[in-house]
């Protein structure tokens, strides 16, 4: 296929693209900088700079493509920055507008497939029923225009194309993140907020770039790509304190939770996602049933990417 990607040097992106080039793919990427755009050539992407927000600065990207992947978003860069709301400013410009207008300049151009990200850990809270895609999202102030991004995948679709929505679970890898979330329980404290018999969602950052690759074949639709076996999060921890040999930490209390405000009110939310919609309809399963089976393969990987 000919496909177009946004996103392309992020931390779900910059795995989809090596994994299409390997499959045959004639890929072309969005890079914004000379040094991006060379990890793209090397992969074997043909890098392209593009006005995101611009529906003709788009089409001209596009045009002759089979598939537009977008997996344009802007993230802060610390879990304490993702308490501000300020700092989701770009991000929330990127879902609602930059979504439109890629969505827009596909269904002009005639593309037949729009892949869309989206985020899965804003179902409401439903203890510990398991939970699937026709169950009603529930986002708060920070991230709602997760709405404006998978209005336009729809939108696509009902314009006769297929749009995809991919609703990605907590992202888990050998990231800065990660190593902050070392850091907290080094000192004693959980990384994760919310009671520790509430289940949390996650996937690892290589299986969610493999399920992008299946989403090439899915029917028009929204899909969860979650782990197989989403922990506890009291066990999520726990797996993590023991492969990193730290000592269980204890959970934040409950005071912390409510001055964190919506952001954290969500994130302590028990969601017990299920992969199963994905599983079925592509046959895409995750290298790690759970966070409890990758450490071995992430902590390593961490150590070596901060030793590079």
């Known amino acids: 296929m000919r496909v177009f990607i946004t996103g392309a040097t992020?931390?779900?992106?910059?795995?989809?693209?090596?994994?299409?080039?390997?499959?045959?793919?004639?890929?072309?990427?969005?890079?914004?900088?000379?040094?991006?755009?060379?990890?793209?050539?090397?992969?074997g992407a043909t890098p392209v700079e593009v006005d995101l927000f611009d529906v003709p600065s788009v089409r001209r990207a596009i045009a002759g493509r089979d598939a537009v992947i977008n997996l344009a978003t802007h993230i802060p860069s610390s879990t304490t920055k993702m308490m501000l709301r300020w700092a989701w400013r770009e991000n929330d410009k990127i879902r609602r507008y930059g979504s439109t207008a890629i969505a827009a300049a596909a269904r002009a151009e005639g593309v037949r497939r729009m892949i869309q990200e989206s985020y899965a850990t804003v179902y409401p809270d439903r203890g510990d029923a398991w939970i699937d895609e026709s169950v009603p999202i529930a986002p708060t102030a920070y991230n709602r225009t997760i709405l404006d991004a998978e209005r336009a995948a729809d939108q696509f679709t009902e314009a006769g194309g297929t749009g995809v929505v991919l609703r990605f679970a907590n992202l888990y890898g050998p990231d800065a993140l990660l190593a902050e979330m070392l850091g907290m329980m080094r000192r004693g404290w959980s990384p994760l907020p919310g009671d520790p018999n509430a289940y949390v969602s996650s996937v690892a950052q290589d299986d969610a770039a493999t399920a992008v690759v299946a989403a090439l074949g899915v029917p028009?639709?929204?899909?969860?790509?979650v782990d197989d076996e989403p922990l506890r999060r009291g066990e999520w921890v726990r797996s993590l304190a023991d492969a990193a040999g730290i000592p269980m930490p204890k959970p934040l209390p409950a005071w912390m939770t409510?001055?964190?405000?919506?952001?954290?009110?969500?994130?302590?939310?028990?969601?017990?996602?299920?992969?199963?919609?994905?599983?079925?309809?592509?046959?895409?399963?995750?290298?790690?049933?759970?966070?409890?089976?990758?450490?071995?393969?992430?902590?390593?990987?961490?150590?070596?990417?901060?030793?590079?």
Do not use: C, F, M
């Not at 028009?220 to 790509?225: I, L, P």
């Open 10 to 43: 992020g931390v779900i992106g910059s795995r989809v693209v090596p994994l299409l080039v390997q499959a045959g793919n004639d890929v072309s990427a969005v890079s914004r900088s000379a040094h991006n755009r060379e990890l793209l050539r090397r992969a």
């Open 220 to 225: 028009a639709g929204t899909y969860n790509v």
């Open 258 to 308: 409510k001055l964190g405000g919506s952001t954290v009110r969500l994130l302590s939310r028990s969601e017990r996602i299920s992969n199963r919609k994905l599983r079925e309809a592509s046959g895409w399963a995750p290298k790690y049933r759970s966070a409890r089976d990758a450490w071995g393969d992430v902590l390593p990987a961490l150590s070596a990417a901060r030793a590079a």
